[in-house]
């Protein structure tokens, strides 16, 4: 086993290194010299299903349900389609109005989560075309679906997502992209300055890693010193928000320490009451059309004595004045800011871990794939 953690001390920190690489795979014949291929959908959109979706519906769970809730944002700008992004255990049981201008998009790294698998059969049963977005070849739910696109993220051994949830942000906006190509909303010009930018992001992770991995990074101390406390908030708007709730399940999953996400703007009607001097909070602060919006609900908390650390834009300086620490990830265009966000949170939610000598792969009451109800 320590030979397959490759030096690391735990799968979750060897995983969390290899995000660059594992979305250079997942873009890897997909995306190059500004076009974007996406062959496994070809035979779907030669039938023509593909010309007449009104509304795509998107079933996941845990880390794939935050994916999702991401990729709903940047799948309506870039396709103008409604997008509904909704967790499996729910679904399933709230009678779905499906059909065949509905499309399904079944997120799930393990393919086997029993609640997306049934969700995707009553997809069916209701006529909607399902495309299955996994990592594991073969796997249930690509038996269920009429396309599969394959996260190509590599084994994930660690039984939370670190690199498959980067890999299902990534597949789904490039789905985003090619229906949004399909339907004339992205132009050409348009959709190969997305991709350069979408290039990027292997190398800008990789300078987050580098940065973390070096001996002055503040990240692994900044945990040690949060290592204690009982209860942490994480906070962001538009797509800060589902990148703070994910920042909120890693902490909890591997650390036990209670977290919660909540839409900045939403602190008011009640969580607000949550803050105190032992409550510190993680704001999600990067460059963005809402950033002076969660500058002010990061000021709000700051009157409450909470301990704020705030990841931000590198060279946001005026931040400081805000936070009590400061993560910063390389610039990048809004929709892909998460992409890098997302990485500091994983490497505190980490560290916190080590520090509390939690059995960081495989956490208690967790299980990799969860193929029962
Ligand atoms: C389990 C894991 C989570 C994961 C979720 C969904 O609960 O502990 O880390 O996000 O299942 O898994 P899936 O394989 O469907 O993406």
């Known amino acids: 086993e320590a030979a397959e953690k490759g030096g690391y001390s735990h799968f979750a ?37 593909l010309d007449n979706i009104l509304r795509i519906v998107i079933v996941a769970c845990g880390s794939s349900y935050h994916a999702s809730l991401l990729a709903k944002y940047a799948i309506e ?20 109005i499906m059909g065949p201008d509905t499309l399904c998009v079944a997120v799930t790294q393990s393919g086997e989560t029993l609640d997306t698998i049934v969700g995707v059969r009553q997809a069916r049963e209701h006529g909607s075309p399902v495309i299955a977005i996994t990592n594991v070849v073969a796997s249930g739910i690509t038996r269920l679906s009429d396309a599969v696109l394959y996260l190509h993220a590599g084994p994930e051994i660690c039984v939370v997502s670190t690199k498959t949830f980067v890999n299902s942000v990534s597949v789904l906006y490039l789905l985003g992209l090619y229906l949004g190509q399909q339907n004339g909303q992205v132009q050409p010009e348009q959709m190969r300055k997305l991709l350069d930018e979408f290039e990027r992001l292997p190398g800008q992770i990789q300078d987050i890693l580098d940065k973390a991995n070096a001996p002055d990074d503040i990240i692994a101390p900044l945990a040690q010193r949060m290592a204690q406390v009982r209860s942490m908030v994480f906070i962001g708007r538009g797509v800060g928000y589902p990148t703070a709730l994910e920042g909120a399940l890693k902490l909890k999953e591997i650390s036990y320490i209670h977290a919660e996400g909540f839409p900045a703007g939403e602190l008011k009607h009640g969580s607000i009451a949550l803050l105190d001097p ?25 009157a409450r004595d909470a301990h704020v650390i705030v990841v931000a834009t590198e060279g946001d300086e005026k931040i400081k004045q805000h936070a009590h620490d400061v993560l910063y990830v390389p610039s990048a265009l809004e929709a892909f800011s998460p992409l890098l966000a997302t990485i500091p949170l994983q490497l505190f939610a980490y560290y916190v871990a080590v520090a509390r000598g939690c059995n960081v792969d495989q956490p208690r009451n967790l299980a990799k794939s969860v193929t029962v109800e």
């Open 13 to 49: 920190i060897k995983e969390i290194n290899e995000q660059p690489e594992a979305l250079r795979r997942a873009l890897l014949g997909r995306v190059h010299q500004g076009e974007l291929r996406l062959p496994e959908l070809d035979a779907l959109r030669a039938s023509g299903t």
């Open 77 to 96: 700008k870039w396709t103008r389609i409604p997008v509904e992004a909704i967790t499996a255990s729910e679904f399933r049981y709230c009678e779905p």
């Open 278 to 302: 032992e409550t510190p909070l993680i704001g999600i602060a990067t460059a963005s059309h809402v950033y002076d919006k969660i500058v002010s609900n990061i000021q709000e908390v700051r």
